[in-house]
């Protein structure tokens, strides 16, 4: 059944579409005409029997009446049972791909939820295939740390702000026709368009990482249009640019805990003796110079996918070899390797740098300053160690933009009482998303239920083997029955993962 049969309608779709919500810039949109049409799938586009689409909506929704539209992409897997109800999802970022990363999650979806839901895909505004794309941007500076020594946060903030924003400010500039219409108030009504454009009468949506701030920002402006609702690593509802920096230092050092209590305590002793070291020294493997940065970024960054655990450990292990002892115990080629496939992971999960910085900054308004982020690095160095003060750089994403190119996103207090009450699952040693965001979060909501996971895993429903998350997330997708409260679930170890200690 294609999209547009599905609807009983020709080849292109028109629906009056009122998008209102209570937490408006300025005055409620007036009833406006969007747009479905299917469009012709890619030759590789998976799964086998998805169906394409662009929605156009308005490309401002302050004003959609101006006659400036962008498009949408979409895609959608119908359900294999009876006509399905509307599942969809973000995967994160902000700046990632739904589309993209689609055809994975879909595979991971067990087979009575693909029996009953119509599986959507969709890259939100400004994300891949879907406009106003940003266009002339040269690359975003890379940050220059000293190798080795002390480090000045002061000025190396200082000199990486002017030149982050000076890049942010070319790009924004260079893109008055898009950077100005990205921001997830934006997004809520592109996503409202699409249910009544695909004529479901309420979502189900899995909000994975930046995916929550949508769901929460959805939540709060139509209430009535979700069916079930799942947060998954989510944000700090009531976050700030300054708060995701400040908070960052103690997440990872969490995470670190977490980890060292799965794959054996000694781990953390052990990177923290590495990282130490390093403050003095650079390590050569197979002729690759690694310094403090490096291994840290690689170490923390992986620690949000538990199957990469064993590699995780055996790049520790190999470093301290190579640091405190006079007979390796580990080979370099097996290190190496382990390092190698850390190093792919980190880069693919890598967002689109200006896409990330504007939508986040057209949802957050605050503006930390250089000295601000410099006092945040001083800080985390003198209490967890040199690198982990490069952690609080996120003050910076929105050096050079303006506070108020776009509406931000809302922070009532009151709890958000929607008709079926969310499952908002977290990882208490998460370094992306720290458990405590989670638990904000589910505070937000009334009556939510929380399902917490002893790892470090950052998004954990389906990524993971634990039958303790998955089972109960699975049943209340189908059903909408909520899981007990405050669920704890312990490590199940993933595949090859490694024994508990």
């Known amino acids: 059944m294609g999209i547009t049969r599905a609807l009983g309608i020709g080849a292109a779709l028109l629906l009056a579409v009122s998008i209102a919500g209570p937490y408006a810039a300025s005055a409620e949109p007036a009833p406006t005409t969007t747009a479905l049409k299917p469009v012709d799938c890619p030759a590789d586009a998976k799964p086998s029997r ?8 308005p490309l401002d929704w ?14 959608v897997v119908r359900a294999s049972g009876s006509r399905g109800l509307g599942f969809t999802f973000n995967p994160g970022g ?26 959507v895909m969709w890259d939100p505004r400004g994300v891949r295939l879907s406009g106003p794309r940003l266009r002339d941007c040269e690359a975003a500076p890379r940050l220059d740390l000293p190798e080795t020594g002390p480090v000045d946060w002061s000025v190396v903030w200082t000199a990486y702000a002017e030149q982050l924003g000076a890049a942010n400010r070319a790009c924004f500039d260079a893109n008055p026709h898009a950077a100005p219409y990205l921001g997830t108030w934006q997004v809520v ?25 949508i769901a929460y920002t959805y939540a709060m402006t139509f209430p009535g249009s979700l069916r079930a609702l799942v947060a998954d690593g989510s944000l700090w509802a009531q ?11 103690a997440a990872w050092i969490t995470g670190q805990q977490v980890y060292a209590a799965i794959m054996g305590r000694g781990q953390s002793r052990k990177l923290t003796q590495v990282l ?24 923390y960054g992986s620690l949000g996918s538990q199957d990469l655990y064993p590699r995780v450990r055996a790049m520790i292990d190999g470093f301290h070899d190579q640091l405190f002892s006079t007979t390796a115990r580990h080979s370099h080629s097996s290190v190496a390797r382990a390092i190698k496939t850390l190093e792919r992971k980190s880069r693919a999960d890598a967002a689109p740098s200006f896409a990330n910085a504007f939508i986040h900054c057209a949802d957050l308004h605050d503006r930390p300053s250089p000295q601000a982020a410099a006092q945040l690095a001083a800080t985390a160095a003198s209490t967890y160690g040199t690198t982990l003060g490069f952690t609080t750089g996120m003050a910076l994403t929105c050096m050079g933009l303006p506070t108020d190119y776009a509406p931000s996103v809302p922070r009532g207090l009151a709890a958000i009482d929607l008709p079926t009450p969310p499952v908002v699952v977290m990882s208490t040693g998460d370094v992306r998303t720290p458990w405590i965001w989670g638990r904000t979060m589910a505070n937000q909501y009334a009556r939510s239920r929380t399902i917490s996971y002893e790892s470090t895993q950052h998004v954990t429903y ?14 209340y997708l189908l059903t909408k029955r909520l899981p007990p409260a405050r669920t704890w679930c312990p490590f199940t170890a993933s595949p090859a993962a490694g024994p508990r200690a």
């Open 50 to 57: 998805v169906e394409c689409a662009e929605l156009t909506v």
């Open 62 to 75: 302050r004003t959609p009446n101006d006659g400036r539209t962008t498009t949408i992409a979409v895609r």
């Open 94 to 119: 902000p700046g990632s791909s739904g589309i993209d990363a689609g055809p994975d999650i879909y595979k991971l979806l067990p087979s009575r939820i693909r029996e009953r839901f119509d599986f």
């Open 189 to 213: 009504r592109d996503l409202e368009a699409l249910r009544k454009a695909l004529g479901y009468d309420k979502w189900t949506y899995w909000g994975m990482s930046y995916g929550t701030r």
């Open 239 to 249: 976050e700030s640019i300054f708060r995701i920096a400040a908070q960052q230092p």
């Open 276 to 299: 130490t070291a390093l403050d003095d020294t650079v390590v050569s493997l197979d002729g690759v110079p690694y310094n403090r940065w490096t291994v840290a970024a690689i170490v």
């Open 462 to 475: 389906l990524k993971t083997p634990s039958e303790c998350v998955n089972k109960p997330v699975t049943e």
